[in-house]
């Protein structure tokens, strides 16, 4: 197995007034070196992050603009758990990557 790509997924909560300042905000969020992004709704107001990108060296370039964009929808959040606060981040190389076709 060879990483492909490196991904980060993280897992949020939109506060219920939130959610369409949340989406004007993200709609209009870039990183450079990330080739893919997806929000799935997980709950009613729950959803998760899944950003794709080309290397663990790109999402670390990049880490800075991710805290100055978190610091600027952070307000929209709900508090996951005083540990974790707003978000829940996890990120790592693909080890399996499997494309389908409809």
């Given at each position: 197995m060879t990483a492909q790509n490196f991904m980060n997924v993280v897992r949020f909560?939109?506060?219920?007034?939130c959610i369409d300042q949340y989406f004007e905000v993200i709609d209009k969020t870039s990183f450079e070196g990330m080739t893919q992004r997806y929000i799935a709704k997980t709950g009613d107001y729950d959803y998760c992050f899944v950003g794709i990108w080309k290397n663990a060296e790109a999402i670390?370039?990049?880490?800075?603009a991710m805290i100055a964009h978190l610091d600027e929808v952070r307000g929209f959040m709900e508090e996951l758990s005083p540990e974790l606060g707003v978000t829940d981040p996890v990120s790592g190389n693909i080890v399996s990557?499997?494309?389908y076709h409809d």
């Open positions: 909560k939109l506060k219920s007034d670390a370039a990049q880490r800075p990557k499997v494309g």
